[in-house]
């Protein structure tokens, strides 16, 4: 008798553990959904508040801020039906991203960006340009920059399309995009981001491997059409590729191991 109401005694106990783990799982999770909504929600209100009072005759400025009331609506449509953590951070995101929209906004009006805002995890090492640039593709001029300008009035937050880091600035047309600007097709944007995205332009912060070991890799400029039949002891041989401009401070293209344009 002692026996079985000892084994009642132990399993009432586990019940009432298995209970309270529960009770405080529950508690825990609805804590961090709690604070994930709440979090969402003041990011979303604070670009409710940029995107409200905020106008412009700028091209550039207009964009962005048409830009930013679409991440505005996203993120409200988000909101609306999100029940999980998951769900809550997507909705933060996009409106973190409308506020970056907005922050670019502002600088094309001339105004103080404001405070600086939480990294965007979509443009988690896509980098940013620092550097104008031209090029031309399939008879089109396509520009990038640093700034906003007449000519660059499409900004981009930093990103990834198709797989290909993009990174922050202001461009001439949106090669983002699924239209990929002007009827340029699939293939004008791919040949576009070759141009527009190759690895000396500008600075791109860590994502160099997506060029180097992916687009760029050894089938490209080894053994191939640069082998070393091309590079070496020949055309530009020790001569060529030594104490001149590719010399010990590597002269045009100097110390700092960059290239300037």
């Keep these: 008798m002692k026996g ?12 009432l553990v298995i209970a309270a783990t529960q009770r405080g799982g529950r508690a825990r999770r609805q804590t961090e959904l709690d604070d994930a909504r709440a979090d969402a929600q003041r990011w979303y209100e604070r670009l409710g508040g940029q995107v409200m009072n905020l106008t412009s005759d700028d091209p550039a400025a207009r964009q962005a801020l048409a830009d930013a009331g679409e ?49 965007l995890s979509s443009a988690h090492n896509t980098g940013q340009i620092t550097h104008e640039r031209e090029v031309t593709v ?13 000519d660059t009035p499409y900004y981009y937050p930093g990103g990834r399309v198709e797989g290909r880091p993009v990174p922050s600035g202001w461009y001439s047309t949106p090669v983002w995009r699924t239209a990929l600007g002007a009827g340029a097709g699939v293939l004008g944007g791919m040949l576009i981001f070759d141009a527009l995205l190759s690895p000396e332009f500008g ?14 890799a ?32 590597f002269g045009d293209f100097g110390g700092g191991g960059g290239f300037d344009f």
């Design 138 to 150: 399939q008879g089109h001029s396509y520009k990038a920059g640093p700034r906003p300008g007449a």
């Design 203 to 216: 600075d791109f912060g860590d994502f160099g491997g997506d060029f180097a070991a992916g687009d760029m």
């Design 4 to 15: 079985v109401l000892l084994i009642l005694l132990i399993v009432l106990l586990a019940g």
């Design 218 to 249: 050894a089938g490209d400029f080894a053994g191939g059409d640069m082998a070393a039949g091309d590079f070496s002891g020949g055309d530009i041989g020790g001569g060529d590729l030594t104490g001149g401009d590719f010399g010990r401070g």
């Design 71 to 119: 991440r505005y609506n996203a993120a409200g449509g988000q909101l609306q039906t999100a029940n999980s953590v998951r769900q809550f951070q997507l909705a933060r995101e996009s409106a973190l991203e409308g506020l970056t929209y907005a922050r670019a906004a502002r600088v094309a009006m001339g105004l103080d960006p404001g405070p600086d805002l939480p990294p």
